[in-house]
Structures are given as structure tokens and as C-alpha cells.
């Protein structure tokens, strides 16, 4: 039973471009959730999705950043126009239906964003 | 969600037990304990969660005090692999936003040798 995917591991992008996170969650888990982690600081919390909904991006930056799961294909964290400030590990975690609310979160490996 | 206090750092001998402290005084009726740690450069690992009753499994023990006010985390033998930061987390398991995981500083756990 394959965990949490997320690809790439490493990714690398100069000023202004464009940056594409994927998350394919565990098998049978419908709930997403994505986090950022700066270097040294803890994890914090961007957005919560479930199935072509958002439920809660209140973590989200207000712009340039957006995020999706589509019914079908994995969750996407799109960060537009990066800056070097984006540079961090971002890491999307999963949990079964029915327990978005209060479930255990099975984490990814994360991506690593280097931002020149 | 309630705040949670742990030490910066630990040491712990391998083949000793760890037992990493959480102080959670404000912790409400519906909050559970979670605890996580990240291996340097991997995701978070849930490593078990709790109420109010004690709870053991294959990784790790679970000591709530009995007005759950604080907890500790006990891993019993520990080795060279459980050397990571440990997050004490306390949140709802219903209504808004207990969904987020609100991750601390945590505790530096060095097992040595």
C-alpha cells in the first residue's frame, strides 16, 4: 500500500516562474491537505481539500498561490511569479474519508522548492 | 487549539527508554493529544494519539495525566533511527478548523550511542 506521493522532490526555478507541486494522496483517502516549512521553523498549515473542493485555504498566501484536487489525477499546489521568499519544503499529508475532521494525517516526503 | 509547552532538546542513551514531556494545561474536554516526529529532511510521522486513557502501540506509549493537563511520550528502547524532532499536538476532532495541524517547535530527540 503505497504512502503519500509527491513529485518532485527538488525543484528548482528562477524568479517570476512558475511552480507545480503534485500530491497523489494514499489509496482510498480523499482528504488533502498541504503545509509549508521554512527553513528552521515548524510546518504551517496552507489549505484543506477534498474532491474538486476547497474547504479551507486560510493558510493560503492571498496571492499567487493556489491549489487543487481534481476529481480525477493528484492535488496540485501552483505558486505563481515565485519569489525567493517561496523557498521552503512543501509537504501534503492525507487521510481517509470521514475523518477529515479529526483523523490521523499521513505525511508525504515533501518538495523541496529552491527559489534563485 | 490549546498550546502546547515541550523542552528545546533531549538526550537519551540507545536502548534506553525516551520519555519526551508535553505540558498542555489549557487543553479543553474534546481536545486529543497527537504526537508526531519528523526525521531530518522527511515528512511528519504520526506516532500515536490519545484522549484521556493511557494508549501503547508498536512505536510508542502514551501517559496522560489523570486531569490532562500534561502528557508523556514514552519510547521504550530507543534507537539510533528515533533521533528526530517530536510534536506535541493538541486538537478537536470536530468543528472548524481541527482539521489543521498546528506544529510547534517541538523537541530535539538525540539518541546516542
Known amino acids: 500500500n503505497a504512502g503519500v506521493m509527491q513529485n518532485p522532490r527538488h525543484l528548482v526555478r528562477r524568479r517570476g516562474q512558475e511552480a507545480r507541486l503534485r500530491c497523489s494522496p494514499m489509496?482510498?483517502?480523499?482528504?488533502v491537505y498541504w503545509y509549508r516549512q521554512l527553513p528552521e521553523e515548524g510546518l504551517k498549515f496552507m489549505v484543506y481539500?477534498?474532491?474538486?473542493?476547497?474547504?479551507?485555504e486560510s493558510g493560503m498566501p492571498k496571492e499567487r498561490f493556489s491549489a487543487e484536487f481534481p476529481k480525477e489525477g493528484p492535488s496540485i499546489l501552483r505558486i505563481q511569479q515565485v519569489v525567493r521568499g517561496d523557498s521552503a519544503a512543501y509537504f501534503c499529508?492525507?487521510?481517509?474519508?470521514?475523518?477529515?475532521?479529526?483523523?490521523?494525517?499521513?505525511f508525504g516526503p515533501g518538495t523541496r522548492l529552491l527559489v534563485l | 487549539d490549546a498550546k502546547t509547552t515541550q523542552p528545546t532538546s533531549m538526550d537519551c542513551a540507545e536502548g534506553r527508554a525516551a520519555n519526551l514531556p508535553c505540558n498542555h494545561s489549557?487543553?479543553?474536554?474534546?481536545?486529543?493529544v497527537y504526537w508526531y516526529r519528523q526525521i531530518h529532511s522527511q515528512g511528519p510521522q504520526y506516532i500515536i494519539h490519545?484522549?484521556?486513557n493511557n494508549e501503547t502501540n508498536e512505536m510508542a506509549s502514551l501517559i496522560i495525566t489523570e486531569d490532562r493537563k500534561s502528557s508523556t511520550l514514552i519510547l521504550p528502547h530507543a534507537t539510533l533511527r528515533d533521533t528526530a524532532v517530536y510534536y506535541c499536538?493538541?486538537?478537536?476532532?470536530?468543528?472548524?478548523?481541527?482539521?489543521?495541524?498546528?506544529f510547534g517547535k517541538g523537541t530535539k530527540l538525540s539518541v546516542i550511542p
Open positions: 499536538i493538541v486538537r478537536a476532532n470536530s468543528g472548524a478548523g481541527s482539521y489543521q495541524l498546528t
Open positions: 490519545g484522549l484521556k
Open positions: 499529508a492525507s487521510s481517509p474519508p470521514g475523518q477529515g475532521w479529526g483523523g490521523t494525517q499521513y
Open positions: 489509496k482510498g483517502h480523499s482528504h
Open positions: 481539500l477534498q474532491k474538486e473542493n476547497i474547504i479551507d
Open positions: 489549557t487543553i479543553s474536554g474534546n481536545e486529543y
